[in-house]
């Protein structure tokens, strides 16, 4: 199945299987109110990334709401999300959306975990 709306015509650095593909999937093809999302690439000269404590988090995913929020996604496998790198990203994500006026909502997802995405995208009181 073809991955809709991606802002570029190729999609960067994605594997076309594995759990991740299967996140960019839900993003898609299955969330609603999705205006335009991005694979974003580490490194590249206009790659969305956040500054820790040692250097540049690049979270996985960059997706635009039809609603104006900006959803920013990060993907990790089980055996990944418990390590100390790993919290500071968290943390520094959390931050980041927090600092937004609402802006802009940052997600932390495993495998299985596709409503938490949804809950993120949707528009609060």
């Known amino acids: 199945m073809p991955l809709k709306r991606h802002f570029f015509p190729v999609i960067g650095n994605l594997k076309g299987t594995g759990e991740e593909f299967i996140c960019a999937e839900y993003i898609a093809n299955q969330l609603e109110g999705v205006d335009w999302w991005v694979r974003n690439v580490e490194k590249k000269p206009h790659s969305f990334w956040l500054q820790t404590a040692s250097d540049k988090f ?54 299985n975990q596709w409503h938490l995405i949804a809950e993120a995208a949707m528009i609060t009181a």
Do not use: H
């Open 58 to 111: 690049y979270p996985d995913f960059v997706v635009r709401m039809k609603n104006g929020l900006t959803l920013v996604v990060e993907y990790k496998g089980g055996q990944l999300a418990d390590g100390r790198d790993s919290r500071e990203k968290k943390q520094i994500g959390e931050l980041w959306a927090n600092r937004s006026n609402g802006k802009c909502r940052f997600v932390w997802v495993e495998i």
